[in-house]
């Protein structure tokens, strides 16, 4: 099956700076990958999301890269602020189940 | 617009007792879902997931057992907790290559 590693496992920044998560999947089949945000005690919630036959995907200040060859996929946040605080994970599925990764701790400071 | 419930919000059961957290979609059909467990400060663990009414894959076997006895209803059930079955579990629907939406979560407390 999946597996999904993501790294760092924590992150701080400092207000204003860009965070950038990476990700690596094993399983070649798998063609989404989407990136949710969870804020403390709340539920995960989808913040974008990347599909395997694009290699970037920009919204506002977020930005995801994916190279399928290599099975990495990366978000990008630029110009962080304090409410970007939150854990992030990472997922990749190929249609029936999605596998997610560990999650990183991001803190941004102001 | 699609909804998802999930109920109740939060449960101290003791070890021993039984388990059983619910799950609603509405404003779908056919949805794909999904039972996830989060640890404190860990990531989202894939318990079970359904395509369909009374088909369940079980991901990691344990002492949870999970039911869709209709479409649009996905149950996670347990005759025995453990302590170890502590945690956050998400509901999570999802439709072909889309993200998931997840419900609120139920937070348990095994005691």
């Known amino acids: 099956g999946e597996n999904v590693e993501q790294h760092p496992s924590t992150l701080s920044v400092q207000e204003g700076d860009s965070a950038v998560i990476k990700c690596t999947y094993s399983d070649s089949a798998s063609n989404y990958f989407p990136w949710y945000k969870q804020e403390l005690g709340k539920r995960p919630q989808l913040i974008i999301d990347?599909?395997?036959?694009?290699g970037e995907k920009k919204d506002q200040r977020i930005a995801v890269t994916l190279n399928k060859t290599a099975k990495h996929f990366s978000l990008h946040i630029t110009e962080t602020q304090p409410e970007d605080s939150a854990v992030y994970f990472c997922a990749a599925t190929n249609n029936n189940d999605m596998r997610f990764g560990a999650g990183t701790r991001l803190t941004v400071k102001p | 617009s699609q909804t998802i419930h999930q109920w109740p919000a939060t449960l101290v059961q003791p070890v021993g007792s039984p388990l059983s957290l619910e799950c609603t979609v509405e404003g779908t059909s056919n949805p794909n879902l999904y039972w996830y467990r989060q640890a404190a400060g860990r990531g989202l663990q894939l318990l079970f997931y359904s395509v369909g009414i009374g088909q369940i894959s079980s991901e990691v076997p344990q002492n949870l057992s999970a039911s869709r006895p209709q479409d649009r209803q996905f149950i996670l059930s347990s005759k025995k907790l453990l302590l170890s079955d502590s945690g956050f579990y998400l509901c999570?629907?999802?439709?072909?290559?889309?993200?998931?939406?997840f419900g609120s979560g139920t937070r348990l407390t095994v005691v």
């Open positions: 999570a629907w999802g439709q072909g290559i889309y993200g998931y939406t």
């Open positions: 990347i599909r395997s036959n694009v």
